[in-house]
């Protein structure tokens, strides 16, 4: 069966804000110039705020410009913040510190990241944006001479022996004047633009961490709406980069989460039991007592910043939000670039729409790059591009350092410090301490099991699994031999398994492909970058309520 197509203008991969951002600043634009602009967004959840994951506060600094009547149009910003925390916390004790420039929350919003796209959403409707949720991208489509053509969706009903089934549907074919690429932290599609236009060339490598969630519903005597909390120390040592939340909402409600630095070095580190094991500390277990979680979910974030920036554009194409990078880690945010950024793009791309004939080749925006540089989001990564850095060596020695680039250097140091590959750093098992995680109490600190069972996530049984091997062998003869098959621990889902026969022989990893909730942790923490993390059928995966 051969594939139908479609025509638009533009075509964005990704529902998230900053794919959103750029939908809606385009029809914006033709509405202004009484212009025509055809704007489709393809989502790979379910519906739209599915699969996003965040805190999160939310600055709205990006909102002001681009729907400066948000309140009035009932924009789900509902709890102000009105108190910053931040603690070092000891193993049964914390120590109080100074809230650093960029944690200080005034005038920001404690909110749903879902919700307010899925308000976005309908803002770009109203406006004549196209969006289709449940589609995912698997494909890049390319015109004769290299450039982006636009993507294809993947097939549906296609079974796990590789043949149609029953149920079978070709993918559809997306063209268009111009693609922008919106997909997120590590996006499967972002990876292969990398590598075809070389657009990591000069720049340091991307740098990740996890980020683990939950919701809670706490008792109301233990609820503070508009209270932003931030830990750092234990549970992890000093060696490894993270960080807690405790993000006060609306209704009772309690967001908690941790985020670990994908450069950690002990292969026996398990983000997930590192997270259950923070909320047993005194000072935090007190808020949950009582409560009932409600949701669960975790995500990979991008940490590099300002060095790690990839070029942009590309002929036919540009890369916006997470998937290109924009997170500014010491603020905890990057909502706000993501939608900036989106918001350039669009401007960019409408040029281009409505310049260009409908056939023939694309152009390449490198004014989007250039219009990127001069806005508020590279002065705003420059000025924090050595925090993140300067913890390779260690919680106290990043403590001082971000000391001394905040209050004495403003920022403005001279030098700029430098990333590594995430996937390099791990020691072998045998050169680190084996770390023993308490049993959860199914009350505070929970299983894996039950934790993605209260994701939501769902993924058509019948399916080659998206969870691909490049070598079948390495996951038995390097990962288990010389790290202690570490897939079982960064994976916050219970996806990878190592099973033995009943007298202890015979190792053999098992996916759990089922199970992702496309964090993509595995596609960056592999050590020999043996796992490839490709999109399944549409509509798979988590379905995030309120996250």
């Given amino acids: ?25 385009l029809r914006q634009l033709a509405a202004e110039k009484d212009s025509e602009v055809t704007v489709c967004v393809l989502e790979k959840g379910s519906e739209v705020g599915a699969h996003i994951l965040s805190g999160a506060v939310f600055e709205p600094r990006a909102l002001d410009e681009l729907i400066p009547d948000w309140k009035e149009r009932g924009a789900p910003l509902n709890t102000p913040a009105t108190e910053d925390k931040f603690m070092l916390l000891t193993r049964s004790g914390s120590i109080p510190l100074p809230t650093p420039p960029q944690m200080r929350n005034h005038g920001n919003y404690i909110v749903s990241l879902g919700n307010l796209c ?30 982006v053509k636009g993507v294809a969706t993947g097939d549906m009903g296609i079974g796990s022996d590789g043949q149609p089934t029953e149920n079978h549907q070709p993918g559809m074919e997306l063209h268009a004047k111009q693609t922008i690429f919106a997909e997120g932290c590590r996006g499967s599609l972002t990876k292969g633009l990398f590598d075809r236009y070389n657009l990591r060339d000069g720049v340091d490598p ?26 750092i120390g234990w549970p992890l040592d000093s060696t490894t980069y993270g960080g807690t939340f405790l993000y006060h909402l609306e209704d009772n409600q309690v967001a908690v989460g941790m985020v670990v630095g994908l450069d950690y070095s002990n292969p026996h580190l398990s983000p997930f039991e590192e997270f259950q094991r923070f909320k047993t500390h005194p000072r935090v277990r007190a808020t949950f007592e009582g409560g009932r979680r409600i949701a669960y979910g975790a995500r990979a974030l991008n940490e590099g910043g300002f060095q790690s ?44 729409a409505t310049s260009e004939p409908n056939s023939g080749n694309p152009s390449e925006l490198t004014e989007y790059g250039d219009a990127v540089k001069q806005s508020w989001i590279w002065a705003e990564l420059k000025k924090v591009r050595n925090l993140r850095p300067s913890y390779r060596k260690g919680l106290w020695l990043g403590m001082v350092y971000s000391a001394l680039d905040i209050f004495v250097l403003h920022g403005r140091a001279p030098w700029t410090f430098r990333h590594h590959s995430d996937h390099e750093t791990l020691k072998r098992a045998d050169q680190a301490p084996v770390i023993d995680y308490p049993r959860p109490d199914g ?15 769902n993924h058509e049984e019948n399916q080659v ?9 390495v996951p038995i003869d390097i990962n288990l031999a010389l790290y202690d098959a570490p897939e ?21 990893l098992q996916i759990n492909a089922q199970n992702c909730v496309h964090c993509k942790t595995c596609d960056i923490k592999d050590p020999t970058q043996n796992i490839v993390w490709t999109v399944p059928e549409g509509g798979g995966g988590p379905n995030y309520p309120n996250m």
Avoid at 123 to 147: C, M, R, T
Avoid at 206 to 231: D, F, M, N, S
Avoid at 443 to 457: A, E, G, L, P, Q
Avoid at 465 to 473: F, I, P, R, V, Y
Wanted: aromatic share 8%.
């Fill in 488 to 508: 079982q621990r960064y994976c916050p889902a219970g996806v990878y398994e190592i099973l033995r026969d009943d007298n202890g022989g015979n190792p053999r």
């Fill in 118 to 147: 899925r308000w976005l959403a309908e803002q770009a409707e109203e406006l004549g944006v196209e969006i289709y949720p449940g589609f995912a991208a698997a494909e890049i489509l390319y015109n004769d001479d290299g450039s």
């Fill in 1 to 25: 069966m051969e594939r139908e197509s479609m025509e638009f203008d533009v075509v964005i991969v990704g529902a998230g804000p900053s794919g959103l951002a750029a939908a809606i600043r």
């Fill in 443 to 457: 009350v505070i600190s929970f299983d894996r099991n039950s934790s993605v069972f209260i994701s939501n996530t």
């Fill in 309 to 352: 920036i990839p070029k942009l554009s590309f002929p036919g194409g540009v890369l916006v939000g997470a998937a290109a990078g924009f997170m500014n880690v010491p603020k905890v945010k990057g909502s706000h670039t993501a939608m900036k950024s989106g918001m350039l793009a669009a401007e960019a791309a409408f040029d281009a």
């Fill in 206 to 231: 991307q740098t990740y961490g996890l980020g683990i969630k939950e919701l809670w519903e706490v008792a109301p005597e233990k609820h503070t709406p508009g209270r932003v909390v931030h830990t």
């Fill in 465 to 473: 699994t998206h969870l691909m091997l490049k070598d079948d062998s």
